[in-house]
């Protein structure tokens, strides 16, 4: 509590003589730390930026965005520091990002896009620095070759290279690489086929990328929709997907906490590196729902899903001969996630809406016997249960009560 937050800003824009639309906005913003028990949190944040868009449209019936923004400030710091204990800080932030989009509509079945994007990320933390460059080109090109089908195909390159540079002794964050390139080059198709107008539909896809890390990944996904009335639909789908390695879990040196005595010396701490030997996490989903209009005004849907993971992110202990403990990431996890989701809303009337939700979750999950991970750990935090019953009522026109 007890924020107090300040904000100011201007925008301005207009249309040229020629239909180009235009806008130049900038803010300024300064919001106070949050106070605890224990005091100030240290979060305490101040930023300015400045942007703009422009959008027009060609003689060929062309649309073509261009956007962009600059920022740079501060965010207030709270480490939790292995031996020196709590501490605070100030991180400065600063950025820069630019976005080019062309659409062509060719019929109301077909059209194209192309997208650029380019962001530039500055940080400069209490004991790290960290310099990221994002290029992103996207391709997708919607039409229906056959009748009864849909199909959308598309390609995307993005590249991403940084500089992480520790700052600070002892080292409670670095890299063993400071400068590295990641790539990933991919392409989708999917395609939405009518076996029965306006009743059942399949839809086939798949994704193929290749990346720095993993090199190919192939990602294929299956669904099925069939509308029995025109007031309900039920769905099945049978998906892979996979989470390749990160910069963190494959290059990371990260100074754990301090390592109980008398087994080791006083102030001894663990250390946690990543690893380059490492797979994709995996994931094979199945999921089933079904959804009704069951009046006018009341509509409700139940669906659910089983999830199988496979090599998940753990680490394992390192002690080679005459050197402290340290830990590595590896893949050496694995769990099976089921649930069921019901959700339901009831528009009373033109003012009055009540929206209702309910969700079970279950997770089982295993490690191999050389793995950190407790299984049962993975379900600290996550609810079995939840639920929630919402009401929006716009009592007139100037008041709303939720």
């Not at 929206?355 to 793995?371: E, F, H, N, Q, V």
């Amino acid at each position: 509590g007890n924020v107090q937050q300040a904000f100011s800003g201007a925008r301005i824009g207009g249309r040229s003589q020629r239909g180009v639309d235009w806008r130049v906005s900038g803010k300024w913003y300064e919001r106070d730390s949050f106070v605890d028990p224990g005091g100030q949190a240290d979060d305490g944040s101040s930023q300015g930026r400045v942007g703009f868009r422009t959008d027009w449209q060609t003689a060929a019936c062309d649309q073509v965005t261009v956007q962009g923004d600059w920022y740079q400030g501060t965010n207030g710091l709270t480490h939790d520091r292995p031996i020196v204990g709590l501490q605070t800080g100030v991180e400065d932030v600063a950025g820069a990002n630019i976005l080019g989009r062309w659409t062509r509509v060719f019929s109301k079945d077909s059209d194209a896009s192309l997208q650029f994007y380019y962001d530039r990320t500055d940080r400069i933390a209490s004991g790290f620095d960290q310099d990221t460059n994002t290029i992103d080109i996207d391709f997708q090109h919607r039409f229906s070759p056959w009748q009864n089908h849909r199909l959308i195909w598309g390609l995307q390159f993005r590249s991403i290279w940084d500089r992480l540079k520790n700052t600070q002794t002892p080292a409670f964050v670095s890299v063993s690489d400071q400068r590295r390139t990641f790539e990933r080059t991919s392409a989708f198709v999917q395609d939405e086929i009518g076996l029965i107008q306006d009743e059942l539909y399949l839809t086939l896809g798949a994704k193929l990328s290749h990346n720095t890390y993993t090199d190919f990944e192939v990602q294929p996904s299956i669904r099925m929709l069939l509308l029995p009335t025109e007031e309900s639909a039920m769905w099945a789908a049978v998906s892979r997907a996979v989470r390749t390695p990160t910069r963190a879990s494959e290059d990371i040196v990260l100074l754990g906490p301090e390592l109980p005595t008398p087994m080791f010396p006083p102030n001894t701490t663990s250390t946690i590196v990543g690893n380059r030997h490492m797979g994709s996490e995996e994931l094979i989903a199945y999921e089933v729902g079904y959804r009704r209009q069951q009046t006018a005004n009341l509509s409700w849907d139940v669906a659910g899903f089983y999830n199988v993971y496979e090599d998940l992110l753990a680490t394992r202990p390192v002690v080679p001969p005459a050197a402290l403990p340290s830990s590595e990431f590896y893949n050496g996890g694995s769990a099976d996630v089921y649930g069921l989701e019901m959700s339901s809303e009831w528009r009373v009337n033109c003012c009055w809406k009540i929206r209702a939700w309910y969700t079970y979750l279950k997770i089982k999950s295993k490690y191999d016997g050389s793995a950190n991970q407790v299984p049962e750990k993975d379900e600290f935090g996550t609810p079995v249960n939840q639920a929630m019953l919402m009401s929006s009522w716009n009592v007139g026109r100037r008041v709303e009560c939720d």
